[in-house]
């Protein structure tokens, strides 16, 4: 329909005044929502629910949220006239599972592991979710950091099937137009990113889509919310690394980033839009803005939507639970410390705030607190003689002689904890770890930048230069180091453990802002909940493969608090509030999809009996 239009403007991303050029706009809306129109009444309410009624045949196999493979049982492939246009075979769920574990375990590279699990979402996404939500440990370092990092690098070539919604700068006063678009109608949550700083790999544009899109199926797969409650969304208002600009394969717009008031603007009419289509309490999580982006937009939103930013606030409450928990292993509590954040981005000064608070509620005053902490960038220790200091760096300022190297800033300083949030591998050097042992009984080390290829410092570097006496976390995961026989588990500081479960806890309450209590409850939470096996072995966070009971601990708690404070709005107030989270989650279960008065005679009755799992698996080819 589109292709008349000339050549230089599709490559420049279509605008609407570029379509307007072969339809008007008003056409093209409604030529859009009596799709949408049509595509609801097939999907129902989607998610757990379905109208088997309006949907026939061959759309049970090609839709990913109705599709069962063989576990399609033989009434419901003869009822849903989709008999025959499958193998005979049925497979229970479990089977299914076991084999999708196989297959992807016979990918040796990690990114093709991440483009089989994306088909299989596509293709059939309880499926998905089941095996993701059942195998944490092993996925998550694939369908999130380090190997959605690569996947956003790679996004223009692995491309293949549009996720999530992209609103360009050319769709400026139509954000709520496209919103339109998007075929859900009951989305409680939004992840959005503009792109400009993907974990620790800087700007890569609208390749960064795969950021909300990884950080959301957590939200499912750790908190079991329902994935049609979940929408993620990439603002493209350019980029201006060059590189992605010069690549043919890259999908985003081909111009600089759009800055100042025009950017402003664009944020507020699409956090508007996001209200207008899906409500006050519509849960929008910031992910990957640049660090002064990241601050502004959180000052300026927080109070006036259900926002938070994942980088500043989910980051900071992930490590603030470590460092709480670290006095396990220290014997020193958290004021006990002095702590040194190299980095003094979004997500160092998020966790300084947060920590900031911890301290209070300990009984420090405010500048005892701030006292405790000290930061160091590019240019240097964050001191009062800088001029170059923004508005959250200058709160952390000393009085201070001027130190531009890390090694010493730790050799002068001598702080307890350095905390690494600085995207540079490779800065925790032997030497500065090597301080570090030196200077304490049991020293913090966490280097916390993301993907893996930006950590500080490796796990392996960490202990040995250490004598295997630190403790440990990274952002992204780290195998198990043997040092001088014995085994320390690195803990994966990640805001895995807490955005999954705060989001669980706000969308269930619906609460209309999130206050930054929330961020320390959550992280007390998580702190109380690591155990006595992972410490021994040098891990301050609980197993990541029970993230999942983790997000319903945070999420009853962050419910509670909501009651308590008056700040929910779901009434009449449900009793136990984690049975009532439980209730609210998605089913990893395959639905029956016979409607309810169907008279076929039931499989049992038909005399086949489905394989045992256990046998079909061990006779499955096994990875070469
Ligand atoms: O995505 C992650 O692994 C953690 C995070 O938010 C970031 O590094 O930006
Ligand atoms: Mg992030």
Redesign the pocket.
Known sequence: MFTSIPQHILGNGLSWSSLSLRLTATNAYKLTQHIYIDKKEIHGTCGDVMSPSLTKGFDFLRDPRLNKGLAFTLEERQALGIHGLQPPRYKTMEEQVALCKISVDRYHEDLNKYLYLTELSDRNEKLYYRLLSENVEAFLPIV??PT?GLACQKFGLIYRRPRGLFITINDKHHCYDVLKNWPEGNVRAICVTDGE????LGDLGASGMG?PV??LSLYTALAGIKPHQCLPILLDVGTNNQALLEDPTYIGLRQKRVTGQEYEDFCDEFMQAVVERYGQSTLVQF??FASNNAFRLLAKYRNQYCVFN??IQ??ASVIVAGLLACRHITKKKIVDNTYLFVGAGG?ALGIANLLVSALQAEGLSLEDARAKIWAIDWNGLIVKSRKDLNEHQIVFAKDFKEINKLRDAVAEIKPSAIIGASATPGLFTPEVLQLMAANNERPIIFAL???TSKAECTADEAYKHTQGRCVFAS??PFPPVEYEGVTYKPSQG???YIFPGVALGIISTQMYHIREEIFLIAAQVLADLVCEKSLSQGSIYPPISEIKSVSLKIATKICEYGYERGVASVYPEPKDKRKYIESTLYNFNYASSLPASYGWPKQADMHIKPLDPAEVVSKLPKKP
Not at 197 to 200: A, D, N
């Open positions: 999130y950091t959605v700083r993907i974990l620790g950021i990884g950080k992910e990957d994942d980088d989910g980051t997500a930048s993301n993907p952002g992204s990640n805001n895995a």
